[in-house]
């Protein structure tokens, strides 16, 4: 694929329910970055890739939310026991992961969460 | 700790110039720039890495001074096209968002 891809577009949920969310990033890019955005702010950092390792996951803001990549190259965010508060556009990028250079960020569509 | 962006919203006409400031309370050793249209992903726009260097995409530029830590991007006759929010970035592996700047051009 040309771009990174996200799926689903839209996610509808309970509160409570558990949830997945896929990331699909570009082809020979070994980092992957999870953001969480909301309503008129940036996007807010969760957990980073490099391979098939979390590198920093200082973003995740409590033992609910889990991301994997297992092969180092698709990536799922899970989140259980979900809450209005994790209501929000989650955001995937990756970039090619080179040390010590600057790593431009390719995003995907993301994907809109709404838990009612 | 999030890098600080000014203004929060600005709304120019079409042919007119802006500027768009970020900056930091740590050392910043690179600003990332992107731009994110409604209901769209960020979409990169360029990287500064050196104090003082300024990098271009179309009639943007931006300038870097890292002594004063912060980066300004420059909209030089402002097209419709420009109009979305515009993000600086200041990575530390990952990157770590300003809360935006709206940029509105009218016709």
């Known amino acids: 694929g040309a771009g990174v891809s996200q799926t689903p577009s839209n996610k509808v949920t309970e509160k409570g329910k558990y949830v997945e969310l896929r990331c699909d990033p570009i082809?020979?890019?070994?980092?992957l970055y999870w953001y969480r955005q909301s309503l008129g702010q940036g996007p807010e950092f969760l957990i980073y890739f490099q391979g098939t390792g979390a590198a920093d996951d200082s973003g995740l803001p409590n033992d609910r939310f889990f991301a994997v990549r297992p092969e180092g190259s698709v990536s799922t965010l899970k989140i259980q026991r979900t809450e209005r508060g994790d209501s929000a556009v989650y955001l995937c990028?990756?970039?090619?992961?080179?040390?010590?250079?600057?790593?431009?960020?390719?995003f995907g569509p993301g994907t809109r969460l709404t838990v009612l | 700790q999030q890098p600080v962006q000014s203004p929060q919203a600005v709304i120019l006409r079409e042919g007119e110039d802006a500027v768009i400031n970020c900056s930091s309370s740590?050392?910043?050793?690179?600003v990332h720039w992107y731009r994110q249209k409604h209901g769209e992903a960020p979409v990169f726009l360029m990287i500064?890495?050196?104090?003082?260097e300024q990098k271009g995409h179309e009639k943007i530029s931006a300038s870097f001074n890292e002594k004063k830590q912060q980066s300004s991007l420059y909209l030089t006759a402002s097209q419709l096209s420009y109009s979305g929010t515009y993000f600086c970035g200041t990575p530390r592996g990952q990157l770590t968002f300003g809360s935006g700047t709206q940029l509105t051009v009218l016709p």
């Open positions: 740590k050392a910043l050793y690179s």
């Open positions: 500064l890495l050196k104090g003082g």
């Open positions: 990028a990756s970039s090619l992961g080179l040390a010590g250079a600057p790593n431009e960020q390719f």
């Open positions: 082809s020979g890019h070994t980092a």
